[in-house]
């Protein structure tokens, strides 16, 4: 065994040199005695300085800058989101025919109540299955949670589209969200492809195809519902005529059999990265578990240790030793990260910020189509299914321009926190004027330059909101938690997403069938969305500051 010569300050002290330490051996034994030379000593000294400090940040950010956009897995996994997106609202332009067909009622103001029941089943069985969905990517990998839910809605979508009755619809849309964890898997996917420098442009294409799915979807069940009606080359006694809702859906479907395709090509697993090593563990532990330091010792001494070795033998001991460090700290870590979870007060402001806005943008969705397709002698626009989807695909577009060239400038100059609050202060004067458009319905022009200029604006708010969230989300916790804490915020925020659409088609039906004067009329679903986007404006004064920046950091 050698010992060295060591210098702290002006003092000199004797210690077993670092091979003694990494083999256990006993201070007994000693054989020689090896002093260092001055030079020897400072140099040592720098290198312990640096150790202490860490590399400087400009070092990590060069390695950070360094690193490929990994744009082929982000397309696939856009892709994935897209199609599911799509699913969720593809339904709100024709569901209102949908119910008026099934002859639930004979009351066309009673038919709101019904189009709610079936836009809100959908978000029942995500209730019931996201938390599960989360917990099952972080324990065996996202790629299988999201393959299983293109997969539901590749069936979903075609049983919803031949629905026979509305039981069947009702059905066929529960089962769609029951088995779908594609959301909170996505998004902890997301975070974990890109580093924090490149996470702004990695949320904003997860955004855009979410919110282009979001928009689009709409457009295109508009578009394409009632093809024998609109397209004089389908038979109206063939399939399309007796399914008159297939089409739409049936397009969702090709777009989930795409995403399964760039998935299985391109999309790599990522629930194994960014797992905390033994030198960053202990702030991530509990100070009732054993410390890192004791841990890697208890690990060293249970190693069988010669005191001497050739030089492979150290290596291949040494990377043994480390293995089991970083699997026992994988272990501590990921008990210690969801009990703290539970406990952390910053991911359920992040949460219930997450699950409001979703019940408003939802209530918007759901209430805006049926304003359209309301009389203009009960104060709605009188449009047809094709004008809804025309006005939703051209508003779309906003989203997709927004989110690609302003949002990250946009997170960039205000942060994560300040972009959601600019966002809210942009949408509800929008919410609180929409409903005025009404009365332009004699000017065909003005009407639709109107509409479509606040339609856009509003989706560009509803975006970046929702961007945001995604980000607060994710930088509320570690990595290895991130699975399980999207699909927790997924399981609340789908109670909100259910109540969304059943109490903005019960309001808006209310309001018409109640025969109430203004704002107790068709506005009032739409002042209810902005009154509660200032809920939502209220909780983000409550979000720490650490939330605009990756856990880890």
């Given amino acids: 065994m050698s010992f060295r010569y060591d210098r702290v300050g002006d003092d000199v002290l004797m210690e077993p040199s670092p091979q003694a330490v990494e083999d256990g051996v006993e201070l007994a034994g000693v054989t020689e005695v090896r002093i260092d030379s001055e030079s020897e000593l400072e140099s040592r ?20 800058d360094d690193e490929e956009f990994p744009i082929k897995a982000m397309l696939a996994l856009a892709m994935a989101l897209f199609s599911n997106a799509c699913s969720v609202t593809v339904l709100f332009p024709f569901v209102y025919f949908m119910v008026r ?20 089943a959908f978000m029942l069985g995500r209730v019931l299955s996201s938390f599960m969905w989360g917990s099952i990517s ?40 029951f088995f779908n964890g594609i959301v909170a898997a996505g998004k902890a996917m997301a975070a ?46 063939g399939l399309f005529g007796t399914f008159p809702y297939l089409l739409p859906c049936l397009f969702i479907a090709f777009t989930a059999v795409l995403a399964i395709v760039s998935v299985a090509l391109w999309l790599p697993e990522t629930s194994g990265r960014g797992m905390v090593t033994a030198e960053a563990a202990p702030e991530a532990l509990p100070s009732s578990s054993p410390s890192p330091s004791s841990t890697a010792s208890a690990s060293v001494s249970r190693s069988p240790s010669p005191i001497e070795h050739t030089e492979d033998n150290e290596e ?23 009990a703290g979870m539970w406990k952390s007060t910053a991911v359920w402001l992040a949460i219930a910020i997450y699950s409001v806005w979703s019940m408003i943008d939802i209530m918007f969705g759901e209430a ?28 779309g577009a906003a989203i997709l321009v927004f989110n690609l060239f302003l949002f990250p400038r946009v997170a960039a100059k205000f942060g994560v926190i300040g972009s959601f609050r600019a966002s809210v202060w942009s949408f509800v004067p929008m919410a609180f004027a929409f409903p005025s458009i009404s009365q332009l319905t004699g000017s065909p022009a003005l009407l639709w330059t109107s509409l479509l200029s606040i339609f856009m604006l509003r989706n560009a708010a509803a975006s970046t909101a929702f961007t945001s969230t995604f980000m607060l989300i994710n930088n509320s916790v570690p990595t290895s938690q991130r699975g399980s804490v999207n699909g ?36 009032l679903v739409f002042y209810v969305t902005g009154a509660f986007s200032l809920i939502t404006l209220c909780l983000s004064h409550k979000l720490p500051e650490r939330l605009n920046h990756a856990f880890d950091k």
Wanted: glycine content about 12%; aromatic content about 10%; charged content about 20%.
């Fill in 316 to 338: 291949e001991q040494q990377r043994l030793v480390e293995a089991e460090q970083q699997e026992q700290m994988r272990v501590l870590q990921h008990k210690s990260d969801r």
């Fill in 45 to 64: 000294d720098k290198r312990r300085e640096v150790e202490e400090q860490g590399p400087p940040a400009s070092d990590d950010e060069a390695v950070e």
């Fill in 192 to 237: 974990e492809l890109c580093t924090e420098k490149q996470q702004p442009v990695g949320m904003t294409i997860i955004s855009t195809s979410w919110g282009s799915g979001i928009v689009l979807g709409p457009a295109i069940g508009g578009l394409l519902t009632r093809p024998a009606d609109t397209f004089g080359f389908i038979s109206p006694g």
């Fill in 101 to 120: 067909d099934f002859q639930m009622t004979d009351n066309d103001q009673e038919i709101g109540y019904y189009a709610g029941y079936i836009a809100s």
């Fill in 488 to 523: 927790l915020a997924m399981a609340i925020a789908s109670v909100f997403k259910a109540i969304g659409p059943s109490l903005g088609g019960a309001i808006y039906a209310g309001s018409l069938t109640g025969g109430l004067a203004w704002p107790l009329d068709f506005h």
């Fill in 138 to 177: 972080d324990r065996h990998g996202r790629r299988p949670v999201i393959f299983v839910g293109l997969l539901s809605v590749f069936v979903s979508s075609i049983a919803f589209g031949m629905s026979p009755s509305f039981g069947f619809a009702v059905a066929a849309r529960f089962c769609g969200g």
């Fill in 368 to 395: 805006f189509p049926l304003f359209a397709a309301t009389s203009i002698e009960d104060g709605g626009l009188g449009f047809k299914e094709t004008q809804i989807g025309l006005c939703l695909t051209i508003a």
